[in-house]
Nanobody, 124 residues
């Protein structure tokens, strides 16, 4: 099973930027879609973004479209989430996940391995 380690979270003020990284332990991840989800306190985990195995296509949640950008470097087995113009409602624990197939969607059922998460806190 692929192990994932997220990094790059932190506490920032509204309008700031952060870049999250997720490093995979195995090359397997380069053949699969990679996604980001988040979970705010008291809320269910929600989809944020996904990128196909070659980076040829991406999907974003409406709430982050135009502000967040997902990318991947298969040579480094790493996926990134560039987050710009952060808002207090972006506060959550962010998780990366490996898709079961080269393409994946918004459902958590499309993903087989999950990281431990990294905290992002945005203050007003």
């Amino acid at each position: 099973q692929v192990q994932l380690v997220e990094s790059g979270g932190g506490s920032v003020q509204a309008g700031a930027s952060l870049r999250l990284s997720c490093a995979a332990s195995k090359r397997t991840s380069s053949n699969n879609a990679m996604g980001w989800f988040r979970q705010a306190p008291g809320k269910e985990r929600e989809f944020v973004a996904v990128i196909a195995w070659r980076g040829s296509s991406t999907i974003y949640a409406d709430s982050v479209k135009g502000r967040f950008t997902i990318s991947r470097d298969n040579a480094k087995d790493t996926v990134y989430l560039q987050m710009n113009d952060l808002k207090p409602e972006d506060t959550a624990v962010y998780y990366c996940a490996v898709g079961r197939r080269p393409y994946a969607g918004r459902s958590s059922a499309d993903y087989s391995s999950w990281g431990q998460g990294t905290q992002v806190t945005v203050s007003a």
